[in-house]
Structures are given as structure tokens and as C-alpha cells.
């Protein structure tokens, strides 16, 4: 009874062996899709593991029937009669063959599933490559985008000194000139000493803070 099931499945094992070999082209290109590859992976091994739960009854039946039968026929202990077949040599000719195309059946089910599961380790690897591909280019990207902002933040510190010098002096200015004003040109003369001085003055202050800030 495990004859005809193991024909048709060597008749579907042609075709997917084919399938496997077709998939095993596509992941070979460098280019290939690869969520196509794992998909159609997927599916074929699906169906190798619905055709092996599916038949596994059979096949465990079918060895158990062969194995009874050889052991009744050595119970029998058959004495060659001239010109006559023995039981054993009648059986064999018939229940043997069959038995060769079942175990040829499951051996190549077995190897499909195997070969498939290979193919699953090579694309696994070639995801894991492009994967790592992708994380050094994002790496690479985000150490650009730090050496901008790095570079911004200088820019803006620069600024930043212009601005609160800027400021200081435009204070100072007020607090001058009330006291210089008989003095003609005096309080120009204060304020421009004083420009190095509090630009000197902010840069420090604002190093210092940043310093400050790095630390903690």
C-alpha cells in the first residue's frame, strides 16, 4: 500500500527539486531579490514537511509490512523443491522493487529537506552580510552628521563669543559714558581697550562652562 503514495511522491519530488534548484539560482545573484528567495524558501519547505508528516505513517507501515514478511517467510523454513520457485524468491521479485522506489522516495524527500535547509543557511548569511552593510553605512552617516553638528557647534560658539561681547561692551558703554562725557572721545577710547579684553574674557568663561558642562 506504500507503493503508489511513494510513486506520485517522486513524480512531485522531480518538480520541487527544480523549484529548490531555480531558488538556489536566484540566490546566487548578487543582485537577486531576497525576501522573494526567503519566501519562496519558506513555502517550499512547507510543503517538503507537509509531505513527510503526511506520509511518515505510511512509510513506518510499510517497513513494518516488509520486515512481517520476511520474518514469516524465514518461520517457514522452505525447502527448495527442483524446477520450483521458492516463496521467498516469488515474493521478493514482486514486494522487493516496491520496496526499493519507497526507500528511494524517502531518501530523496530527506535530501530535499537537507539541501533546503542549506539553502536557508546561505541566505541567512547573505542577509547577515547585508545586513552588516547597511549598519556601517548608518554607522558611517551618523559619524558625518557628528563631525557636522561638531563643527555647527563650533560656529555657533564662535557666535555666541561675538554676541555676549557684543553685549557686555554695549553695557559697559552705558556705564562709561555718563562719567566721560566731558571728556571728548574718552568713553571710545575705554570701550575699544575694553573689546579684547571682555572677548578674551567671554571666550574663557565660556570654555570653562563648557568644560564644566562635558565633565558632568
Not at 514537511?49 to 514478511?69: D, I, N, V, W
Amino acid at each position: 500500500m506504500g507503493f503508489p503514495p511513494a510513486r506520485e511522491l517522486l513524480g512531485w519530488l522531480d518538480g520541487a527539486e527544480a523549484r529548490l534548484a531555480a531558488i538556489t539560482g536566484e540566490l546566487a545573484l548578487a543582485g537577486g531579490d531576497s525576501q522573494s528567495v526567503l519566501d519562496q524558501l519558506l513555502a517550499l519547505s512547507a510543503e517538503v514537511e507537509l509531505r513527510a508528516a503526511s506520509t511518515r505513517f505510511r512509510r513506518g507501515a510499510t517497513e513494518s509490512y516488509h520486515q512481517l514478511t520476511l520474518d514469516r517467510l524465514e518461520a517457514l523454513r522452505e525447502v527448495r523443491v527442483s524446477g520450483h520457485s521458492t516463496m521467498r524468491e516469488f515474493i521478493a521479485r514482486r514486494l522487493l522493487p516496491a520496496m526499493r522506489t519507497c526507500e528511494a522516495a524517502d531518501r530523496r524527500l530527506d535530501d530535499l529537506s537537507a539541501r533546503i535547509g542549506r539553502s536557508s543557511d546561505l541566505l541567512r548569511a547573505k542577509l547577515g552580510m547585508a545586513l552588516d552593510r547597511q549598519n556601517q553605512a548608518l554607522l558611517h552617516s551618523m559619524n558625518e552628521r557628528v563631525a557636522l553638528q561638531t563643527k555647527l557647534q563650533g560656529l555657533v560658539e564662535g557666535l555666541s563669543v561675538f554676541a555676549v561681547s557684543y553685549y557686555v561692551v554695549g553695557l559697559a558703554g552705558y556705564l562709561l559714558k555718563p562719567w566721560l562725557h566731558d571728556l571728548p572721545g574718552a568713553a571710545e577710547t575705554a570701550l575699544s581697550l575694553l573689546v579684547p579684553l571682555v572677548l578674551a574674557a567671554v571666550t574663557v568663561g565660556l570654555h570653562r562652562r563648557k568644560k564644566r558642562i562635558v565633565g558632568s
